[in-house]
């Protein structure tokens, strides 16, 4: 997206759904219409709006759809789960956590629904899992070849911005909060 336009959720009629404004203010336009709760996640580099669904699969796993900002039907990502993601600038590669405890009311977690970074190339269907830490990897951010998130595998043990390099595999923490 250049900045122009914000793509949100909002429940008006009793069920969350995507919406887009112009950045300069206006009239929200409603892009989805279903009964299922709906989150935007980004805006992919075709400039239509990125979206997760909940509860389509058994276990309550969200899928990943987009939609054009001019209308039509929503397209869905071939992923058989996936929250959080950024998309490479070239639209090849989705950086993404097939799951999350985002939402949980607890920290430092470190068990089977840890979430960690995959990468997933849109043309191939390659998959790649980019990180392998115990507890939290989440929020990926793609950055020209680096993939930000967001993680608690540092000596802090809280949440810290590292990247992932996909050229040479490099791992780095960038930051060092201990609160």
């Not at 429940?11 to 892009?31: F, H, K, T």
Request: overall charge negative; hydrophobic content about 30%; glycine content about 12%.
């Amino acid at each position: 997206n250049d900045g122009s336009s914000i793509a949100y959720n909002a429940n008006y009629d009793g069920c969350d759904e995507i919406y887009i404004i112009a950045a300069s203010g206006g009239v929200p336009q409603r892009l989805t219409w279903s009964p299922r709760g709906k989150f935007v996640t980004g805006f992919a580099p075709d400039g239509k709006v990125v979206y997760g669904v909940g509860g389509e699969r058994p276990h309550g796993f969200t899928l990943l759809y987009k939609i054009d900002p001019g209308g039509g039907v929503p397209e869905r990502l071939p992923l058989e789960q996936a929250i959080f993601n950024s998309f490479s600038a070239d639209g090849q590669w989705l950086a993404f956590t097939p799951w999350t405890r985002e939402y949980d009311t607890w920290n430092r977690y470190m068990g089977g629904k840890a979430s960690d970074i995959w990468l997933f190339n849109l043309q191939t269907f390659e998959s790649k899992q980019i990180t392998d830490w115990g507890g939290t990897d989440d929020m990926p951010m793609f950055d020209g070849t680096r993939v930000y998130y967001l993680s608690d595998a540092g000596p802090e043990h809280r949440r810290n911005i590292w990247y992932y390099d996909i050229t040479d595999g490099t791992r780095k923490q960038v930051t060092h909060f201990s609160e």
